[in-house]
């Protein structure tokens, strides 16, 4: 595997509640992603980075937000979480958009 | 908006058979069509991938092949194995900054 590591891999949260999901590279990559993982929508942006506090919106971006303030670390925020976000997120990597794209294990995180 | 739609949301193939997985895009500036593999509890892993230049891409059992007047691309599974069974996402994008679109996947099950 690429040099990914998102953490946690599980959570449970309660409605209303902040998350924070966290993707760590060792691959000195420009681009880093977050998608989320639902049955039937495949795999859908949420949010990238093109540079170090640089961030752009994706398909569903709303109720997240996202950081970057160092090169190897991308932030996902769930500002209150909703049952609606519980889903599988996955960080993923690359050099160029489009180009290979390098994915973490992925985060299954349940909003109760 | 789906920009990347793909077919059938399920496969099953009997061993040694072959594994059709078809995909249609929309966006014509996509230069980039790869396809990546999911088995579970992990995260996606790029299997093959193509550009418009050339019809075919063929690496050991897995097959592309890509119409660029019909906006389509397809991915082949000779000999199909039981352990091809996984998921199958099918994307399209490019360098000029369209990040990866990803079709809604397909499972595919490789019976014995």
């Known amino acids: 595997d690429a040099g990914i590591t998102q953490s946690p891999r599980h959570k449970v949260t309660e409605t209303g509640t902040p998350v924070t999901l966290r993707c760590h590279q060792t691959?000195?990559?420009?681009?880093m992603y977050w998608y989320r993982q639902d049955p039937g929508h495949g795999l859908r942006l949420i949010h990238y980075s093109y540079g170090v506090k640089d961030t752009d919106k994706g398909e569903v971006s709303d109720g997240y937000s996202v950081s970057r303030s160092k090169t190897e670390d991308f932030l996902l925020t769930l500002e209150s979480a909703t049952s609606s976000q519980t889903s599988v997120y996955f960080c993923a990597i690359s050099e160029l958009t489009g180009a290979e794209a390098f994915f973490g294990q992925g985060t299954r995180l349940t909003v109760v | 908006q789906q920009q990347v739609k793909q077919s059938p949301q399920s496969l099953i193939v009997q061993k040694g058979g072959i594994s059709i997985i078809n995909c249609a895009y929309e966006?014509?500036?996509?230069?980039?069509f790869p396809w990546y593999q999911q088995f579970p509890g992990k995260g996606p892993a790029l299997l093959i991938a193509?550009?418009?230049?050339?019809s075919e891409k063929k690496e050991g059992r897995f097959t592309i092949s890509f119409n660029k007047s019909a906006k389509q691309f397809s991915l082949h599974i000779m000999d199909s194995q039981p352990g091809d069974s996984a998921t199958y996402f099918c994307?399209?994008?490019?360098?000029?900054?369209?990040?990866?679109?990803f079709g809604g996947g397909t499972r595919l099950m490789v019976k014995p």
């Open positions: 691959e000195n990559h420009r681009y």
């Open positions: 966006n014509t500036a996509f230069d980039y």
């Open positions: 193509i550009r418009p230049d050339v």
């Open positions: 994307a399209g994008g490019n360098n000029a900054g369209n990040m990866l679109t």
